[in-house]
């Protein structure tokens, strides 16, 4: 069955960095596109960054520029290199194989001011 575990949130000062990771089971990874989501309190899902099987990303314009998406598929796992946070970058980030509905339990990520 599809697993995906979320991990790498944290606490972390305004213009810090956090990496975020994503390992995926149950699947055949390498062939799925994938994608990171978040939702902040009081608001709906959004979507973060998105990588094809091929490695073609795309970004919200809110992250363009700050976060990069990447993946290891011998590891089957996702990342989400995040760089410059904001407070507004405060949310449950959830990883998400794209055609697939089914969430992991997300990481949190807090960004002090």
């Known amino acids: 069955q599809v697993q995906l575990v979320e991990s790498g949130g944290g606490l972390v000062q305004a213009g810090g960095s956090l990496r975020l990771s994503c390992a995926a089971s149950?699947?055949?990874?390498?062939?799925?596109?994938m994608g990171w989501y978040r939702q902040a309190p009081g608001k709906q899902r959004e979507l973060v960054a998105t990588?094809?099987?091929?490695?073609?990303?795309n970004y919200a314009d809110f992250v363009q520029g700050r976060f990069t998406i990447s993946r290891d598929n011998a590891k089957n796992t996702v990342y989400l290199q995040m760089n410059s946070l904001k407070p507004e970058d405060t949310a449950v980030y959830y990883c998400?194989?794209?055609?697939?509905?089914?969430w992991g339990q997300g990481t949190q990520v807090t960004v002090s001011s």
């Open positions: 149950g699947i055949i990874f390498s062939i799925r596109a």
């Open positions: 990588i094809s099987s091929s490695g073609n990303t």
């Open positions: 998400k194989i794209i055609t697939v509905q089914y």
